[in-house]
């Protein structure tokens, strides 16, 4: 399915509904509204307006096509949508300055720019902002009612964005982590956006609990199977496609979901990666550990599992189509992705 054509109408109407809630109030807040738009791609580094958005907003689509595909108006979810990326947005400034990155999307993060208290201002005006955004819903026609549910699903989501972030934390320093535990801080730090995505967008297209139920449940298995990809991508992903050296994953010591089932069943793997530094050598032979337990096949079947059960939450649904076959290219899209 050509998702293309819905991209053409929804993206479009995405950036203006976003513009309108991102607007400096006074001329002293300039810089701080200044770096909302740089992060968000509006600005570049001296907070000139550009014209190139960053990210591929596709958190924000998946709410404007399940509100579609339950046969809503795509536009009366502009207002959720915006509030999905807003809220995305938010977390990766506070990621950044949690992780101690300094780029993100292939330029400084906000943090590196303007230093971490003010990056830590950015986020939070995010974060408020994305709450503004979602009340618009009151000015499309919608029962109060039903902006109140939307509330309430998205602060839910926002409370385990932050436990998936503090697990995750948690994890640098934990000396054991089972792939179960890992997969519950995932539900957290990746799922539960993208399963508010899909539910608030049939929420305002005033679907049944049951449809809503089911599109909650194929945005979190469709979080869970884009996590294990990218832990995937983070070892034996190209380095020419994705911008980072083979096994950069194994170099930071991350405990991902493959690297997590490798040390559970090789002392040599645990020994490498307790050493203080690693060499390439040192990388190319934890990745051969990796093949060796079947750490990487086991990761692989665990993604398709997830899949298998998004994509059957989503024919549970009974969604119109043509924006129900989007949705599974969209998918599909997302799940066979290089980077």
């Known amino acids: 399915m050509n998702i293309q054509p819905f991209l053409d109408r929804y993206l479009p ?74 809220l995305h947005n938010f977390s990766l400034i506070h ?66 964005l932050t436990e998936g972030q503090f697990l995750d934390i948690r994890f640098e320093t934990q000396e054991s982590v089972s792939p179960e535990a890992y997969l519950r801080m995932a539900e957290g730090k990746t799922a539960a956006l993208l399963a508010v995505s899909c539910e608030l967008g049939a929420l305002v297209a005033g679907a049944p ?59 040599a793997l645990r020994a490498l990666l307790a050493q203080a530094d690693l060499s390439p050598g040192g990388i190319a032979r934890a990745v051969d550990l990796l093949e060796e337990t079947g750490s990487r096949a086991w990761a692989q079947e665990r993604a398709r599992e997830q899949t298998d059960r998004a994509l059957a939450a989503l024919d549970a649904g009974n969604l119109q189509p043509p924006p129900a076959d989007a949705l599974r290219g969209l998918a599909s899209r997302l799940l066979n992705r290089s980077r």
């Not at 000139?48 to 399940?66: D, E, M, Q, S």
């Not at 294990?228 to 405990?255: A, E, H």
């Open 13 to 86: 109407a995405l950036e203006a509904e976003m513009r309108a809630v991102v607007s400096a109030p006074a001329p002293d807040l300039h810089d701080l509204y200044g770096y909302l738009h740089y992060h968000l791609g509006w600005a570049d580094e001296q907070l000139r307006p550009t014209h190139t958005p960053a990210g591929k907003r596709i958190r924000p689509v998946f709410c404007l096509l399940t509100c579609e595909a339950c046969g809503g108006d795509w536009r009366q979810a502009l207002p959720a949508a915006s509030a999905v990326e807003f």
């Open 209 to 267: 609990p049951t449809r809503r139920e089911h599109l909650r449940a194929f945005g979190h298995h469709l979080g869970l199977a884009f996590q294990i990809q990218d832990d995937l991508l983070g070892i034996w992903g190209d380095p020419d496609v994705t911008g980072k050296p083979v096994g950069s994953d194994l170099l930071r010591r991350k405990k991902t979901l493959p690297i997590l089932h490798g040390l559970q069943r090789s002392d």
């Open 95 to 160: 990621d950044d300055i949690e992780d101690n990155d300094t780029t993100r999307r292939g330029r400084p993060t906000v943090w590196a720019l303007w230093g971490v208290p003010q990056a830590l201002n950015a986020g939070d005006a995010l974060y408020a902002l994305a709450h503004i955004a979602l009340l618009r819903l009151a000015d499309r026609d919608l029962p109060a009612r039903t902006v109140v549910a939307a509330l309430r699903l998205f602060d839910r989501a926002c409370l385990r």
